[in-house]
Nanobody
Framework: QVQLVESGGGLAQAGGSLRLSCAASGRTFSRDVMGWFRQAPGKEREFVAAISWSGSNTVYGDSVKGRFTISRDNAKNTVYMQMNSLKSEDTAVYYC???????????????WGQGTQVTVSS
């Protein structure tokens, strides 16, 4: 069992930055693929980014490439997402999730956090 707790969400202006964190507990974190997804009101959950257990491989959704960076610190059981050049369309609830393989499909992720709200004002 893995427990995931997101933090760092809030209100930002367009063009600004936020850094999300996801703290994991419950079992060996360092072997899990970690991903970020987001869901805006009235829209389906969207893949944002994922990172392999070693941190050597990352995958990004097209809408965030070049603006968001996912990273992890296995010693702290934490995964991060640095979000730069924020746009109003980045407004959503952001979820972190854990999986066994690197994937952009939500179906591959077995554990989910409760989410953190990110609101970008234009």
């Amino acid at each position: 069992q893995v427990q995931l707790v997101e933090s760092g969400g809030g209100l930002a202006q367009a063009g600004g930055s936020l850094r999300l964190s996801c703290a994991a507990s419950g079992r060996t974190f360092s072997r899990d693929v970690m991903g970020w997804f987001r869901q805006a009101p009235g829209k389906e959950r969207e893949f944002v980014a994922a990172i392999s257990w070693s941190g050597s491989n990352t995958v990004y959704g097209d809408s965030v490439k070049g603006r968001f960076t996912i990273s992890r610190d296995n010693a702290k059981n934490t995964v991060y997402m640095q979000m730069n050049s924020l746009k109003s369309e980045d407004t959503a609830v952001y979820y972190c999730a854990a999986a066994f393989i690197l994937s952009d499909s939500a179906n591959r992720y077995n554990y989910w956090g409760q989410g953190t709200q990110v609101t970008v004002s234009s």
